[in-house]
Every structure is written in C-alpha cells, then in structure tokens.
C-alpha cells in the first residue's frame, strides 16, 4: 500500500496571505496525484489532477506541483471560502489518501 | 450537471446489515467507474470498493473483503453497496463517486452508524 503523509496538520494563516500544503508518497506515485477540498459537512471536491492541472471552476490561486514522491498545494492568496481541509490521494495504485492539513484563520 | 446521491444509511447495531444506492445523473453512467468512499467521524477518507463499467470486475479495501459487495445496474443508473456483518469501526459517511482515474465528482454522503 502506498503510504500518503500531509504536512503540517494545521495552518494557520491570514486572508490574503499564501499557504503551502505537502504532500509525500511513501513510493513513486509519478504524478498521478490529486488534491481535494473539504468543508463541514460537505463532500470532497476536485481541485487539482496529474499533480498540476486545476479541475474545471478551480480559481487560478490554486496550483499543484510536484512528481514522483513529494508534491505541494500552493493557495497564493487565500480567501475566506478557502479555509477547510484539503487532502491529497494518489491514484496510482488504488486508492490512498493523506490524512488532511486543515487551514484555518489566523 | 453531473449529480450523485445516495441513501439508504441509518443506525444498525453491529453484526447488522445495511444496502447503501448511489442515483447517478447528467452523465453516462455505463462508461464509467464507480467507487465507494468513506470516512469516519473526524477522521480522514478512505477508498472502500470499486467496480467496472459492466460490473464485471470488483475490488475492496482488506478490511472490508468477505462483508461487503458491490453491485451496480446501469439500467437504473445506480451503484450498490451492501454491508452485512457490520462493525463499530464501520461508522462513518459514505460517499460514492465517480471514477476518472481519480474521484471526480462525488455525492452528499450517507451516514452509517454501528451501535448497540
């Protein structure tokens, strides 16, 4: 099983300001890597697929980078709709999840 | 509009049964994968079953293999997942997506709880 760990946990950041979400696979994952959004009591919503390529409606703010075992989420600015928690999988062999960075207001 | 929504969750004391359906709308529901993902209170999400277009090939997480099936009937643009010798550690909310290599679109979720 490929092993998905996000770090921090929790970031706290100030609207407007950036943040930057990690993301590393315990094994190669090439880019086959997707980042979703959470908020309470909502579904998972695609953000970002083949670790860099935004899902349709995605604000541009949002971009993914990164191949093999390390990837990063970058929000340039966030705005207040973007505080939730945000999870990466890789969907290279089956299914796995990270388990989550929650960001939060400063 | 791509929609999913599922139903069927509810309390069940442990070693009980339940059937969750996924209604699928605004795509062609044969062409696709469909997957079962759930997740725990305040927990993280977890991939639980797949299942190919014709239904002919079907795959599960180790911890789930032998209690749970699914089962789809594209006539009815619907997925299945029955549960039967159900555990505490089943709680959670069910989702089911749709597959495109990856979730790319997912419904509401179905809260299951596995009480006595």
């Known amino acids: 099983e490929i092993v998905m760990t996000q770090s921090p946990a929790t970031l706290s950041v100030s609207p407007g300001e950036k943040a930057t979400l990690s993301c590393r696979a315990s094994?190669?994952?090439?880019?086959?890597l997707v980042w979703y959004q959470q908020k309470p009591g909502q579904a998972p919503r695609l953000l970002i697929s083949g670790a860099s390529t935004r899902a349709t409606g995605i604000p541009a703010r949002f971009s993914g980078s990164g191949s093999g075992t390390e990837f990063t989420l970058t929000i340039s600015s966030l705005q207040s709709e973007d505080f939730a928690v945000y999870y990466c999988?890789?969907?290279?062999?089956?299914?796995?999840f990270g388990q989550g960075t929650k960001v939060e207001i400063k | 509009e791509v929609q999913l929504v599922e139903s069927g969750g509810g309390l069940v004391q442990p070693g009980g049964s339940l059937r969750l359906s996924c209604a699928a709308s605004?795509?062609?529901?044969?062409?696709?994968?469909m997957s079962w993902v759930r997740q725990a209170p305040g927990k993280g999400l977890e991939w639980v079953a797949n299942?190919?277009?014709?239904?002919?090939?079907?795959y599960y997480v180790d911890s789930v293999k032998g209690r749970f099936t699914i089962s789809r009937d594209n006539a009815k643009n619907s997925v299945y997942l029955q549960m039967n010798s159900l555990r505490a550690e089943d709680t959670g909310v069910y989702y089911c997506?749709?597959?495109?290599?990856?979730?790319?679109?997912w419904g509401q979720g179905t809260l299951v709880t596995v009480s006595s």
């Open positions: 999988q890789q969907y290279k062999n089956w299914w796995t």
């Open positions: 299942i190919k277009q014709d239904g002919s090939d079907k």
């Open positions: 997506a749709r597959e495109a290599w990856f979730g790319d679109f």
């Open positions: 094994q190669s994952v090439n880019s086959n």
């Open positions: 605004g795509f062609t529901f044969s062409r696709y994968w």
